[in-house]
C-alpha cells in the first residue's frame, strides 16, 4: 500500500495519486505526521511548529483533517473505556 499524506487522505479519501505523488514524515511535538510534499510546504510557509498549530492549520472550527491519532495506534484491549452516555447503551 503506498503511503498517503493524513491530509489527503482525509479530505479525499478515495483519491488516487500518479507516481509522483510522494510523502514525507513530519516530526512534531505529539507525534509524527504523514504529509505529502504539498502539504508540507504549506505547513512550513505557515510556520506550524506544534502539532495542534498543524492541525488548526488544516481545520475548520471543531474539524481538523489531521486526526489526533497517529495511523500505528492500535487498541490493547476490547474494553471501553465508558459505558456510554445514554442509559439505554449496552455495558459490558
Known amino acids: ?3 498517503r499524506c493524513e491530509v489527503c487522505d482525509n479530505f479525499r479519501p478515495q483519491a488516487e ?5 510522494k510523502v514525507v514524515t ?3 511535538d505529539v507525534r509524527p505526521v504523514q504529509l505529502c510534499v504539498g502539504h508540507a510546504k504549506i505547513a512550513l510557509n ?3 511548529t506544534s502539532f495542534e498549530s498543524l492541525r488548526e492549520l488544516y481545520g ?15 487498541k490493547t484491549d ?3 473505556r465508558s459505558p456510554g452516555r445514554r442509559a439505554s447503551d449496552v455495558t459490558c
Open 26 to 28: 513530519v516530526l512534531f
Open 17 to 21: 495519486f500518479g507516481g509522483r505523488y
Open 60 to 74: 475548520t472550527g471543531r474539524r481538523s483533517y489531521v486526526p489526533r491519532r497517529g495511523r500505528d495506534v492500535t
Open 46 to 48: 505557515s510556520g506550524a
Open 78 to 80: 476490547d474494553q471501553r
Open 1 to 3: 500500500m503506498q503511503n
